[in-house]
């Protein structure tokens, strides 16, 4: 299962995307749903995390302030708003879903979507 992403492209400093990823083949109310990304020569790292329970959210102090997602569990969709965009922001972002709570960890995450790719000029 693959959850389809949507909403990568080009932006300048300072502007916005949105980014989704719509799940189907799962129960996605079952899952947490988390934002990754990887840029060239890095890690892959968590930009935010929504839990199934509570809504509860995370951000690394990197994207908070900038970054907010949010969840529709009757569209079984998960969005990632991203504002003020800065050049290292780019990276090819991954949405994964984790059946249970919240979680850091890349490991944990059951299913992964094909990646969508932002870039932000200076």
């Known amino acids: 299962v693959q959850p389809p992403q949507s909403g990568g492209g080009l932006v300048q400093a300072g502007g916005s995307l949105r980014l989704s990823c719509a799940a189907s083949?799962?129960?996605?109310?079952?899952?947490?749903i988390g934002w990754f990304r990887q840029a060239p020569g890095k890690e892959r790292e968590l930009v935010s995390c929504?839990?199934?329970?509570?809504?509860?959210?995370y951000y690394p102090d990197s994207v908070k302030g900038r970054f907010t997602i949010s969840r529709d569990n009757a569209k079984n969709t998960v969005y990632l708003q991203m504002n003020s965009l800065k050049p290292e922001d780019t990276a090819v972002y991954y949405c994964?879903?984790?059946?249970?709570?919240?979680?850091?960890?890349?490991?944990?995450?059951?299913?992964w979507g094909q990646g969508t790719q932002v870039t932000v000029s200076s």
């Open positions: 083949g799962f129960s996605f109310d079952e899952y947490a």
């Open positions: 994964a879903a984790h059946k249970g709570g919240g979680t850091y960890y890349a490991y944990d995450y059951d299913y």
């Open positions: 929504i839990d199934r329970d509570d809504g509860s959210t």
